[in-house]
């Protein structure tokens, strides 16, 4: 399989007036800016999105995974987000999974049927327009687009071929095989090939016609059930039938002047936050962008905001996270004292798991709204399992729970696991704090990466001036844990300079130098939409606020930023 990818091409932010989209397919941001000049809000537009990703890039994606929403509303300065999470079947308990043979040592392997949860999205999708949409637009109108391309066909792009055919692979090598619905005469499509999914086209279409019970009632749901119990999987018809999603009040941290946003636990949002607090403590812009001395301090805040993050985050309803203690600046302040420039620490526990297949994309409207979306099927297209005649496969996020009994994320009936996909929203801490001023929709997917990538791209805008595409653009750190080798690693992208990671190597790390090629995966795929160009240093956007938008999108990814 060729895995080169060569960045060839060079794209500047895409500006405009009255809305925007960026998503990772161009087909999907097309149908999102459709639904806008229909007169659709953001939050329509979102969901239009979603749908055509469930259809355009199925790997990663669709109403067989779980879905995060944040919503900035352009009226009220308001946020609120959607947990569109599942929980495991009530049957699926510690006692269960141990009379099965499982332990925390030899738990299920990724793609079992004991790690499918109840698939969120959809009822994330529902909620999201009931709750946010304009009211303009019926669920059916907002899903015509995905409708439109599941029937009539699309090209499949070129990373997503090569995700289609890795996944495919990875599947059959765990004896796993995805069935007619989701390839070609038993092959996964190639780059170009049109490729036709009228099982998922007749499931939009009911789902827009029925809301969410046609999804967690019905032919979808008895279909969902019957291949669950052909593998073995304790999922009924009334663990889908109860499934609601959480209207949740965002988490935030300030730094320098801004507020970054991020849904709380079972989600790793709070890493996020607790990396901005570490990092808030160091003259980053000084150090110089992906400098070695950069770089080493990161890596040290990673480890610390994802191992405190993988101790504390799990599922609410079962455990109490203590995330104001944990956001506390004195207590970060405190963290960040155990950074030292000349060593590298020792001693921080891992966060439990790694990877992800996933969708980011956002919407900012005319009406100044935002909607900030993620979805995500977990790993390449989850367990594999795909429902008879429905057109998607079924998640396999189970895998994030524990088998330690006093874990905080330890396997239980009816329990949410923790969950890796962060939306995110930025805006000023300046003005009103009853009306903030937005200024950014973003998110990078990708697992554990996703914290990191956050902090990333927004340092690259707030420290270093970068507009929304540079900041994508520009070579990424991933830290990770290898629970093969029991240690971090720090990979870098190709772009950073081979000098730094020689640095990096004398300090200790471990670096893995260059990764390059459709490798590059592991450092995610992100979009932003900001609101005027406050990060442009020659600007006083305190004093000129601009209401120009300027987005961008991952090259490591299909997509493009849309507006008009």
Known sequence: MDTELTFSSRRSPVVSLHGCVASSQQLASTVGLDVLKQGGNAADAAVAIAAALAVTEPCSTGLGGDA????????????????????????????FLLSRGYSAEAPPPAFDVLNVTVPGAAACW??????????????QEVLNGAVELAEEGFPVAEVTAHLWAHSLA??????????????????????????????????????????????????????????????????????????????????????????????PPNSQGLAALLLLNILENFPLKDLG???????????????LAQTDASHYVGDPDHAT????????????????????????MEGVEPAPMTGSDTVYFCVVDCQGNACSFIN????????????????????????????????????????????????ALVTDCATDPQKPRLLASLGVMGGMMQPQGHVQVLFNMLEFGMNPQQAL??????????????????????????EVADALRRRGHKVNWPVTGHKRSEFGRGQIITVGDWWNPSVNHKTHPSKVLWAGSDPRSDGCAMGY
């Open 68 to 95: 995060f929403c944040l919503f900035f509303n352009g009226n009220t300065g308001e946020i609120k987000g959607i947990n569109g999470s599942g929980r495991t079947p009530r049957g699926h308990t510690l006692d």
């Open 126 to 139: 529902w909620d999201t327009v009931q709750l946010f949409g304009s009211h303009k637009l019926s669920l």
């Open 170 to 263: 990875v599947l059959r090598d765990a004896g796993r095989d995805l069935g007619g619905d989701l390839l070609i005469h038993g092959h996964p499509p190639k780059h170009g090939q049109v490729f036709k999914n009228p099982f998922l086209a007749r499931t939009l279409k009911e789902f827009g016609e029925r809301g969410k019970e046609a999804i967690y009632q019905g032919r979808v749901a008895q279909a969902t059930v019957d291949i669950i119990a052909q593998h073995g999987g304790v999922m009924t018809l009334d663990d889908l039938k109860s499934h609601q999603s959480e209207l949740v009040a965002p988490i935030s941290t300030t730094y320098k002047g801004v507020r970054l946003w991020e849904p």
């Open 289 to 303: 962008h992906n400098s070695s001395d950069y770089i080493h301090i990161l890596v040290e805040a990673v480890r």
């Open 321 to 344: 996270v203590p995330v104001k203690a944990l956001l506390n600046k004195s207590c970060s302040r405190q963290r960040s004292k155990l950074i030292r420039m000349d060593r590298f």
């Open 376 to 423: 995500s099927t977990y790993h390449c297209f989850g367990t594999g399992l795909v429902p008879k005649d429905c057109g998607f496969s079924l998640q396999n996020r189970g895998a994030g729970l524990s088998l330690q009994h006093n874990h905080v994320n330890c396997v239980a009936g009816g329990k949410r696991p923790f969950h890796t996909i962060i939306p």
């Open 473 to 498: 653009d520009s070579p990424r750190v991933f830290v990770k844990y290898d629970h093969k080798e029991n240690q971090w690693s720090v990979n870098l992208e190709e772009g950073i300079k081979p």
